[in-house]
T-cell receptor, first 114, second 114 residues
């Protein structure tokens, strides 16, 4: 069975600074995908970034980038130039193959302070 | 931009009552999902649905739960006899096809069982 672990329940960062959220996972699958979802206070889940396991290059989306360490089964999210609107719960998620079933971590609450 | 919608946004029901949560996935999407999030906890997979059949279901999705796509646009989750522990946020998600990986989430329905 696959598991996803986020060991940081809460984090805070000053506006304009950089923060890194950690995620580790466990799987025996060779074909899988990893995601970071953002859940603001409105509670709607929004996809932030995606990484295909077969790609060595780390995904980036504007201020968001990942550090994907496949051997270590680690998938951290870096947010650069943090903005107040980044305040939210962030979930790391795993999907085996293209099953569509997402397995989520426990989440990290990020507070961006002015 | 197309989006997944869910109704109602908040449902209050008494223990033992039946509830139906409604979702309208994005119109050309083929895969549909329900997830739930008990307050303060992680998001959990309930069920996936494709071609008018359940593709996969979790241990949570017992005989009290059912899903249906009654008219080609709505996707419903029915809980036959609600329990206090069914109180949670229920999210619907849809995915375009087997070759895509992004799931688009609805805003959720908060179910409160009293």
């Amino acid at each position: 069975a696959q598991t996803v672990t986020q060991s940081q329940p809460e984090m805070s960062v000053q506006e304009a600074e950089t923060v890194t959220l950690s995620c580790t996972y466990d799987t025996s699958e060779s074909n899988y995908y990893l995601f970071w979802y953002k859940q603001p206070p409105s509670r709607q889940m929004i996809l932030v970034i995606r990484q295909e396991a077969y790609k060595q290059q780390n995904a980036t989306e504007n201020r968001f980038s990942v550090n994907f360490q496949k051997a270590a089964k680690s998938f951290s999210l870096k947010i650069s130039d943090s903005q107040l609107g980044d305040t939210a719960m962030y979930f790391c998620a795993f999907m085996a193959g293209n099953t569509g079933k997402l397995i989520f971590g426990q989440g990290t609450t990020l507070q961006v302070k002015p | 931009e197309p989006e997944v919608t869910q109704t109602p946004s908040h449902q209050v029901t008494q223990m033992g009552q039946e509830v139906i949560l409604r979702c309208v996935p994005i119109s050309n999407h083929l895969y549909f999902y329900w997830y739930r999030q008990i307050l303060g906890q992680k998001v959990e997979f309930l069920v996936s649905f494709y071609n008018n059949e359940i593709s996969e279901k979790s241990e949570i999705f017992d005989d009290q739960f059912s899903v249906e796509r009654p008219d080609g646009s709505n996707f419903t989750l029915k809980i036959r006899s609600t329990k206090l522990e069914d109180s949670a946020m229920y999210f619907c998600a849809s995915r375009l096809d087997r070759g895509t990986y992004e799931q688009y989430f609805g805003p959720g329905t908060r179910l409160t069982v009293t």
